[in-house]
């Protein structure tokens, strides 16, 4: 499998609490329902938590801040995202969200790649 890896950074103009719920309660079922359009496998929304401990760990590396979040978007392989992205649906459906995105979404200060897991291990 592949999965998309999109590290989110909310809009300046939209409130922590509102990034969230909107990102959960209205993005989410858009995703949910366009998933067979765009042959999703698997999709999660990871939100960023413990001010205190991300501090932490930023201080003791240096970092810059934490994203906001971290999108996760699975497919089977490369061939079947290349697919939905050649078809009309597909496009339809990735336009579609792109559109949504821009509604809470700071894309100039996020970040999207595909990447491939490689476990390491698992307790």
Known sequence: MIKLV???RKRADMPEKEFRRYWRVD???L???LAQAIRAKK????????PELNALLLASRG???PY????EVWWDDADSL?????SKEGQAAFAALLQDEA???????SRVFITEEHPIFEH
């Open 103 to 109: 509604k809470f979404i700071d894309f100039s200060q």
């Open 6 to 8: 999109y590290c989110l």
């Open 43 to 50: 999709y999660i929304q990871s939100y960023t938590v413990e």
């Open 27 to 29: 993005h989410a079922p």
């Open 82 to 86: 290349r697919a939905a992205l050649a």
């Open 63 to 65: 970092l810059a801040t």
């Open 31 to 33: 995703v949910t329902r």
């Open 68 to 71: 906001d979040g971290i999108t």
